[in-house]
């Protein structure tokens, strides 16, 4: 078939052209940025899961859908050992712009705030020496969110913000990806911080997207976390769903799929959306003609897995360390052993055991696996991928 008109988009959170088994989360988010324009109390909100799985696609529509309300919205995407304070407010200084308020005393004052933000240093309670801006021609506001202590300098940023926009009627939205990737300091600045707006009605949310275990810390930054954040977890697509983002795309290039095509997708995918739309576009390029068949799929699937081989898995395996390599693969042999086969928690306990060393002389090689983001502990004493089929692709591999 003409790969030119391949409607399949695999990519790091790039939009599929059907954004399938999402409809539940988008419609309410609807309601939640009418209630918070209208000043109704609402909770922030966390989207959690697994990588795959389109947490910043729907990041990105949660997003679209706020601009379109007219909201002032900024996203920002959080990095190991890299502080908030210049990436928020690069995002809230386009939020701002975004919002459109006309009264230029207003804005140019919050800007200054933002600014002033923007240009303490946490750490030392000095200025910084380059005095970086994001991009802001007015001047700091001195003494507004700027003691050096982020919690309290990032809740008078946002009070300032909220009153902006709740001149217009409009909200302010702060889409944050990998969040569980934000330090301590600041965890606790922005529970604080959304806190105080949940008490204070002002129009101002964030929409935070990170692995499976954020809620946890969060949990333990503050303990009222549990209560501040509406918490969904976003997973593989159900049967019907994972049809109808392969058959939408299809029918609109005058393409179809057989049934046992879509079954024998379903089965190899598992429902997950990036490897949906991988197999989607190996499939589609080599296939002879329309309707595609369950053997075309057979044929094709060699192709899509490996490219998932180099792009998906190979990339992250590669970042890990001979010995954090031969964590992985102890982790995916006790998996395999396990009764649940779609489950790959295991206890780190069975991880030393199956390598023959002591579970102490192991944190250092499981520590620094999960600063990469490449396996999560979701609860004490277990331990798991981030990647879902990481497993099945490390035995293969051998």
Known sequence: MDPIRNPYAPGAGQRPPELAGRDEQLAAFEVVLERVSKGRPE??????????????????????????????????????????????????????????????????????????FAQRDAGSGARLKDQWSPGIDVP?????????????????LFTDLGGLAADVGKGIGVFIDEMQDLGPDDVSALCA???????????????????PHLPAVLSASKSYSERLFSYQRIDRLARDAADRALEAPAADEDAAFEPDALAAMY????????????????????APRSPITAADVAVAAPEAESELAVGFFGSRYERATPGERDYLMAMADVAAAQDDPDSDAVLSADVAAALGKKPQSLS?????????????????????????????????RG
Do not use: M
């Open 43 to 116: 909770r922030s909100l966390v989207l959690t899961g697994l990588r795959g799985v389109g947490k910043t696609v729907l990041l990105n529509a949660l997003r679209g859908a706020a601009v379109r309300k007219g909201w002032g919205t900024g996203k920002l995407e959080a990095r190991p050992g890299q502080g908030l304070r210049r990436p928020l407010s690069s995002a809230l200084h386009q939020a701002v712009r975004e919002l459109g308020h006309r009264d230029e005393e207003s804005v140019d004052h919050v800007l200054g705030v933002v600014r002033s």
């Open 193 to 211: 911080a959304c806190h105080e707006l949940s008490q204070s009605g002002l129009p101002v949310i964030v929409v935070g997207a990170g692995l």
């Open 364 to 396: 250092p090689a499981r520590d620094s696996l999960l600063k990469k983001g490449l396996v999560y502990s979701g609860e004490r004493g277990r331990i798991a991928f981030t990647v879902p089929h990481f497993g099945r692709y490390l035995r293969e």
């Open 140 to 156: 700091a506001v001195r003494g507004r969110a700027d003691s050096g202590d982020i919690e309290i300098d990032l809740v008078e």
């Open 267 to 286: 089965d190899a995918t598992g429902g997950y959306p990036y490897f949906i739309q991988a197999y989607g576009k190996a499939v589609w390029d080599l």
